[in-house]
Each structure stands twice: as C-alpha cells, then as structure tokens.
C-alpha cells in the first residue's frame, strides 16, 4: 500500500503562484510514477502532469504547459507541483496519484485525498 497526502492548496489571485506537495508513505516512492490530476465541479477528472521514476521527459496537459512545473524529492518521498500564471479556470480539487508504470498513470492504483485551489479573477 501506498499512502499519499497532498497540502498546499488555497486561495489566490489570478496571476498568483502556488505550490502543492505530495508526500508518500508506505512503500519505496522512487520505483513509482506519480502524477496531479484536478477535478473542477461538474468536470470529469484530468490528469494534469506526471513524472517517471527516473525524473525524464514528464508529461503535461496542454492546458498547463508553460505555467505548471512538476517535480519529485526521492530522499524526501515528495512530489511538487509549481503552479504560476494561475488562472481561474485553474480552480480544482488537486490529487496527488501514484502507479508502477508511466503507461498506466491515468489509471492509477493510489489516490490521496485531494487539495482544493481557488483562483480568484
């Protein structure tokens, strides 16, 4: 079992900056993907950005390119997100996800909890 909280979550301005944590407990976080999907109210779930174990070629949604950066801490078992250029259709409840595989990270086997980010216009 994997477990996974997120923290970082809030309130700001369009323009404004946050940045969301993933810690992860339980097994070795450095063998694993993991990834930040949102859910907006009434939208389905979508996998924002996503990274490998190994750090290389991380995905991001079209929609995020540019403004989010995602990052991992493997002696820290921590992930980033860095959110800049935030804009109001930004504003989500933020999960933090893990899977074995990069393939299979839009299917993945842990979730955390959820952070929400609120991006005020």
């Known amino acids: 079992q994997v477990q996974l909280v997120e923290s970082g979550g809030g309130l700001v301005q369009a323009g404004g900056s946050l940045r969301l944590s993933c810690v992860a407990s339980g097994r070795t976080f450095s063998v694993f993907t993991m990834g930040w999907f949102r859910q907006a109210p009434g939208k389905e779930r979508e996998l924002v950005a996503a990274i490998s174990w190994s750090g290389s070629n991380p995905y991001y949604a079209d929609s995020v390119k540019g403004r989010f950066t995602i990052s991992r801490d493997d002696p820290k078992n921590t992930m980033y997100l860095q959110m800049n250029s935030l804009k109001p259709e930004d504003t989500a409840v933020y999960y933090c996800?893990?899977?074995?595989?990069?393939?299979?990270?839009?299917?993945?086997?842990?979730w955390g909890q959820g952070t929400q980010v609120t991006v005020s216009s």
């Open positions: 996800a893990a899977d074995s595989r990069f393939t299979t990270i839009r299917s993945p086997a842990y």
